[in-house]
């Protein structure tokens, strides 16, 4: 059940939650790496909302998907906190020292096979800001609201004894889905505790079944 708190009982949660959470790292190899922001921002009608891009049509990779600010680890970044900041003044102007970081999710995999590690931010009210990058063509924002009363839609994807359930959000015209939305689906998680399961273990039981069926089945034939 959604309880409707005021914007600084939401942060206090927000921060104490991310503060108490310690992201479970990805096992594996994963020689590139990336880190995204996701910002928050205050307005006056709708309270807390979350800040998005949407990917320049013209981009070989990920062309107008909808995505945290956020990219690759670059030589001289001192920590992955400085590449989020660094990537999300590059592609929305807003500076590093106008956003106050809350926290840390799960780093997440992204489907070209690159490590992004998420930080969680507060835009302070001072900033302003734009899409200064030729890799954005859009910023816009979605109300905090909208996630505490709106479900994700769940597609069920099997790949070997693994299952795992892709989020997806619709926001007027805007479809969320895929990394971003798993983002957003372990925030929901880990700070108003939504219990959101990103894998489903039916069908991995199914498929060890039908593996045992066929062996034995084969086994009679033999016999």
């Known amino acids: 059940m959604y309880e409707k708190l005021n914007k600084n009982e939401i942060l206090i949660q927000i921060q104490r939650s991310l503060s108490q959470h310690r992201p479970k790292p990805v096992l ?26 949407v990917r320049s049509g013209h981009l070989s990779q990920h062309a107008g998907e909808i995505s945290f600010p956020g990219g690759k680890v670059e030589s001289q970044d001192a920590s992955l906190m400085v590449t989020a ?26 489907k070209t096979g690159i490590h992004v590690t998420p930080f969680v931010g507060m835009v302070h009210s001072s900033a302003r800001w734009g899409h200064s990058s030729d890799e ?12 505490l009363t709106t479900a994700p839609v769940f597609t069920e994807i099997r790949q070997r004894l693994t299952g795992l359930r892709i989020p997806e959000y619709q926001y007027q015209q805007y479809r969320i889905w895929g990394l971003t939305a798993m983002i957003i689906v372990e925030f929901m998680n880990v700070v108003f505790d939504r219990r959101y399961d990103l894998r489903f273990q039916e069908h991995v039981r199914d498929v060890i079944v039908q593996q045992l069926v066929g062996k034995t089945s084969i086994g009679d034939k033999d016999n």
């Open 85 to 110: 900041m660094r990537e999300t003044e590059e592609e929305t102007g807003i500076a590093g020292d106008k956003v106050t970081i809350l926290g840390e999710l799960s780093p997440v995999i992204s």
């Open 136 to 147: 954005i063509d859009e910023i816009f924002t979605v109300p905090l609201e909208f996630f």
């Open 28 to 53: 594996g190899d994963f020689p590139k790496e990336a880190a995204v922001l996701l910002p928050f921002i205050e307005t006056s009608s709708n309270g807390l909302e979350m800040m998005f891009t």
